[in-house]
């Protein structure tokens, strides 16, 4: 499996934008696909997650309300639609993905295939 994240940019306070993973590879059905994000001079963080084949989508409570993840099968593309963008939320955005279970999809370490990051910028 290998992922390729785009879509990052910069934008004003307020707005939007989205990102996308494309996924390419075989047997990625089984595994839980994820956006982590990286501020500078911060940890890489848990952003939201999805399980490919459906059931399960959980988010940061940083990002609840205004982010949403989603997958289109056809494109084999997991985006992360970004509203109401905060200074805050300035970051190098990661897609990544791994057979996780439950108790550990916000944990980094639990995912061991990753995408190269898109830089999101909000500025005020």
């Known amino acids: 499996v290998q992922l390729q994240a785009s879509g990052g940019g910069l934008v004003q306070v307020g707005g939007s934008l989205r990102l996308s993973c494309a996924v390419s590879g075989r047997a990625f059905s089984s595994y839980v696909m994820v956006w982590f994000r990286q501020a500078p001079g911060k940890e890489r963080e848990f952003v939201a997650a999805?399980?490919?084949?459906?059931?399960?989508?959980s988010y940061a409570d940083s990002v609840k309300g205004r982010f949403t993840i989603s997958r289109d099968f056809p494109k084999n593309t997991v985006y992360l639609q970004m509203n109401r963008l905060e200074l805050d939320d300035t970051a190098v955005y990661y897609c990544?993905?791994?057979?996780?279970?439950?108790?550990?999809?916000?944990?980094?370490?639990?995912?061991?295939?990753w995408g190269q990051g898109t830089l999101v910028t909000v500025s005020s």
């Open positions: 990544a993905a791994g057979r996780v279970i439950l108790s550990t999809i916000q944990t980094r370490n639990a995912y061991n295939i």
């Open positions: 999805t399980r490919w084949s459906g059931g399960m989508i």
